[in-house]
């Protein structure tokens, strides 16, 4: 009782507020297997097998009836670099096509009925292979594509020859993104691996045709590969490049002066590129519109590139986050003493409040695996309950070959499935929102996003909820929502931002800017200042050399409360991550919080031991005013039923104690209204 006695002592003196929810902010998390096997079509015993635990996205490698980079070949499974050789690139014939598409449908539609609702093949958004002048691979194809047109509805060969596709360096010569190992891609030796440009019509024509074959086997989507890569020069996109700068109101229009020695223009040069790529997705999915109007696109590209995210795949349905590189692998759990997470990407995607779901695809290291940073039974739980705490929708890679692999995707999907209204529609429940331009590295800042992760950082290890505000979203009438806002490594900014900044201080607002900020902000008079009422206090730090410099600055200076989980002492605390939710019903005003728990004492390796539950955690929850405690229930998926944590009244919060958390835990709170509900928020607020 002395623990929650001294908890509640730190009450807020700031009030968080509870926002009508924008439809679809929020979904239910999916669990996600890939699997790039070569073996599927026509195999009942793999069948089988995803049977036993379907996941709800089965992504799969090219099994599709013509291959994006060497047309209809023999190979199935796998993805670029798979297969690339001898009798697997052997073109088929056109009665085994029709053949294998009937296979393929066939595959597709056992998999629906074996509970799978999204099948998803391997498509790349740039990849041919061949040799442009020994007329093999895909040239081969090309060279006999009236045998499969009207078949196949390909429509008319396109004229000009493939060669001419293909994205160019500044030069004029081919544009490479992948190593070659002396004359050839060594995958594809002898042949070569070319990179398509997203603007050429021809590739868009073939590559829409390869997509409508795959949606009328009956799939559900494509994962688009390669989903950002376009750094070309050829003349299509010089064209539009000065159709891409007249509506943007860009004076310079000369795609061919945007070089890396010209900083200005190649930021412009590399947003032209990414809406190129942005607008090839929408084209791939318009292709298929009347095949399947809810046919989905699923993106490769999000790792590190904030602004691709952004940018690029802001209306495509998933994006993945491909972590294939880290010292100590990627794999979420304790690695060593460092705890591996996904926050960071998972609520990025969540606050730019767009379509785009976030895929996880972790690895123990790269190219070697590292066994004692491998994924165990415990780990992939744990990718599965950060998908529930912070995933909006998401969903985290299980691969069909780890041995507990069906036992997590099926205790995972069924507590989704069950628990599916905890996480559709709601919105942030946070006192603290951090800066998150992403767009910030195409003007050359790349710190800012390392801070950024900081800071993050810091607020998890201090159990403190937060968003990221995203340069979409930042006007007046939606930061005042926040109480306290951090200014990470800013070195360029809209005026009207920092106008904004400085007026959310002027009304109360408390900020901590971290790092660089342009010198001639209105912020910067600011700093030392106190909010109105003297609520709270405008800092500035160069770095964050303090691991608790955020926290004591909510705690001495700004006193909005924002710790959630009580610090006890235990180091073990700083491992466990919260993220808040709440939603409020547009008629009653009544309001129902999700409050997620994960814990990351979670052991890596293929010999760790079972992670240890925490016992006795102390919660203060934020009580916004005007509403009575209707019940509070504690859910998690290691539990058959629900649990009733005691609680107990206090004055302008809920003090209530978890006896046991595992990995993942979820506090639902429902709130009667007293009063009416306030005004919904509207579109013109920042969104």
């Not at 590139?305 to 100590?328: H, I, Q, T």
């Not at 016992?615 to 009733?644: F, G, W, Y």
Request: charged share 20%; with cysteine; aromatic share 10%.
């Amino acid at each position: 009782m002395l623990n929650i006695v001294l908890f509640a002592a730190a009450a807020s003196t700031n009030v968080i507020q509870v926002y009508e929810p924008i439809t679809g902010l929020t979904d239910p998390p999916v669990t996600y297997v890939l699997d790039y096997g070569s073996n599927h079509v026509g195999n009942a015993e793999w069948l089988a097998r995803v049977a036993a635990a379907p996941p709800e996205l089965l992504h799969l490698g090219k099994d599709v009836p013509m291959n994006h980079s060497w047309g209809p070949v023999r190979a199935l499974g796998g993805e670029n670099q798979a297969f690339g050789k001898g009798d697997a690139i052997t073109l088929l014939k056109p009665a085994e096509v029709r053949q294998r598409m009937t296979g393929i449908a066939t595959m597709v539609r056992s998999l629906h009925d074996a509970g799978v609702k999204m099948v998803m093949p391997y498509v790349c958004s740039m990849t041919l292979a061949g040799h442009d002048r020994k007329r093999t691979g895909f040239w081969a194809f090309y060279d006999q594509w009236i045998k499969y047109a009207n078949g196949f509805d390909l429509g008319l060969r396109p004229a000009p020859d493939p060669a001419k596709w293909l994205q160019r360096q500044h030069d004029g010569s081919f544009q490479r993104f992948y190593k070659y190992d002396g004359d050839f891609y060594p995958p594809y030796e002898p042949n070569h691996r070319y990179a398509a440009c997203a603007n050429n019509p021809n590739w868009q024509h073939w590559l829409s045709r390869v997509v409508m074959l795959a949606a009328k086997c009956g799939y559900d989507g494509v994962f688009t590969d390669n989903g950002a890569s376009q750094r070309c020069y050829c003349a299509e996109c010089q064209k539009e490049f000065r159709t891409w700068a007249r509506e943007h109101k860009i004076a310079q229009n000369d795609l061919l002066k945007a070089t890396t020695e010209n900083a200005e223009r190649y930021e412009q040069a590399q947003r032209f590129w990414l809406e190129s790529m942005h607008r090839l997705q929408l084209r791939l999915r318009t292709a298929v519109a009347k095949l399947n109007s809810n046919f989905k696109i699923f993106a490769n590209g999000g790792h590190n590139r904030p602004e691709a995210v952004k940018l690029a795949f802001a209306d495509s349905n998933f994006v993945m986050f491909e972590k294939s590189f880290g010292e100590r692998g990627t794999h979420p759990g304790l690695a060593g003493d460092r705890v591996n997470h996904n926050v960071v990407e998972l609520k990025y995607v969540q606050c730019l409040r767009k379509m785009v779901k976030p895929i996880i695809l972790t690895r123990s290291g790269y190219p070697k695996s590292q066994p004692e940073f491998e994924m165990n039974r415990a780990s992939a739980a744990l990718g599965c309950a950060e998908m529930a705490a912070f995933g909006n929708g998401g969903g985290f890679l299980i691969r069909p070959n780890w041995p507990d692999g069906a036992a997590v995707v099926k205790q995972y999907r069924a507590f989704y499935e069950k628990n599916a209204e905890l996480y559709r529609a709601n919105d942030s429940f946070v006192a603290v929102a951090v800066v998150y331009w992403g767009e910030q590295k195409l003007a050359g800042n790349k710190k800012h996003a390392e801070v950024v992760r900081q800071v993050s950082d810091q607020l998890l290890a201090a159990r403190v909820p937060f968003d990221y505000v995203v340069e979409d979203c930042f006007t007046n009438n939606f930061i005042r929502r926040y109480p306290a806002l951090v200014l990470p490594e800013i070195t360029r900014a809209e005026p009207k931002w920092l106008e904004t900044v400085a007026s959310y201080i002027q009304q109360g607002g408390s900020v901590m800017i971290v790092g660089a900020h342009p010198e001639n902000s209105p912020v910067l008079p600011l700093v030392q200042t106190r909010a109105v009422g003297g609520r709270g206090l405008t800092k500035r730090i160069e770095t964050l050399d303090e691991p608790d410099a955020i926290s004591s600055w909510l705690n001495d200076y700004v006193h909005v409360g924002a710790q959630i989980l009580a610090d006890d002492g235990r180091e073990e605390l700083r491992r466990v991550f919260v993220n808040s939710f709440a939603r409020r019903g547009r008629e009653t005003g009544d309001v129902r919080m999700a409050l997620h728990f994960v814990n990351y004492n979670v052991p890596l390796g293929v010999n760790a031991p079972p992670p240890k539950p925490l016992t006795d955690l102390m919660l203060r929850i934020p009580v916004p005013p005007n509403l009575k405690l209707r019940s509070l229930t504690a859910l998690d998926p290691d539990s058959p039923t629900a649990e009733q944590p005691g609680w107990k009244q206090g004055e302008g919060n809920l003090l209530v104690k978890l006896s046991r958390l595992n990995i993942y835990k979820a506090l639902v709170v429902d709130f009667l209204s007293t009063v009416p509900p306030p005004p919904p928020i509207k579109k013109s607020d920042g969104f």
